[in-house]
């Protein structure tokens, strides 16, 4: 069975700009959640999709949005980037939402802000 | 609110000693509890997990048992390898939902 996978692994990206990150979970997997990885913050949830509804959300300010598609493939968009913004972006999916399955982590997207 | 404490690192082992990475929480309800491992340059694998106390997760050598009266959920392994090294996160979910709450990690070099 495929892992989790991200696309982009890799973007540059200009102050003010926007961008788009993809997620698709393990077949079959109807819970994904977003992460935000950075050397002084450490790693920080976005928030957390289950059957195309967002269920829980972090921190983050308003640039910050994501959706699930019917596929359970997710998608995350961060507007009007800061160079804050620079970080590795992780997804996780999982069976479902109950908190005590395993959830499996993709490779993450690296998203440099100049 | 939720939290993860856990050692600062880095921890610094020869091949074939015992290790011990410290963890604690503070969470509402009753926490299910994991332990993820990163290495360079790749995203989260789960290590092992806990869901009830006095429950104890096991995967390729390490342990934890996940101690409610002393909220903790230590990672072990009596014999490291160098292959070992990575940085290790302590995390929760609590209350529902699949929000992982992380510890700051712990970076483990074992050496020949």
């Known amino acids: 069975k495929a892992g989790v996978t991200q696309t982009p692994r890799y973007l540059i990206k200009t102050r003010g700009q926007q961008v788009t990150l993809s997620c698709s979970p393990i077949s079959g997997h109807r819970s994904v959640s977003w992460y935000q990885q950075t050397p002084g913050q450490g790693l920080q949830f976005l928030f957390e999709y289950f059957s195309e509804t967002q269920r829980n959300k972090g921190n983050f300010p308003g640039r910050f949005s994501g959706r699930q598609f019917s596929n359970s493939r997710s998608e995350m968009n961060v507007s009007t980037l800061e160079l804050g913004d620079s970080a590795l972006y992780l997804c996780a999916s999982s069976l479902e939402g109950t908190g005590t399955h395993e959830q499996y982590f993709g490779p993450g997207t690296r998203l440099t802000v100049t | 609110g939720n939290s993860v404490t856990q050692m600062e690192g880095p921890v610094t082992l020869s091949e074939e000693a015992f290790l011990t990475i410290n963890c604690t929480y503070t969470?509402?309800?009753?926490?299910?509890l994991f332990w993820y491992v990163q290495y360079p340059g790749e995203g989260l694998q789960l290590l092992l997990k806990?869901?009830?106390?006095?429950d104890k997760g096991s995967n390729k050598g390490f342990e934890a048992t996940y101690r409610k009266e002393t909220t903790s959920f230590h990672l072990e392994k009596g014999s490291v390898q160098v292959s070992d090294s990575a940085v290790y996160f302590c995390?929760?979910?609590?209350?529902?939902?699949?929000?992982?709450?992380f510890g700051t990690g712990t970076q483990l070099k074992v050496e020949l």
């Open positions: 995390a929760l979910t609590a209350g529902g939902g699949n929000k992982l709450t």
């Open positions: 806990a869901t009830k106390a006095d």
């Open positions: 969470a509402t309800g009753y926490p299910s």
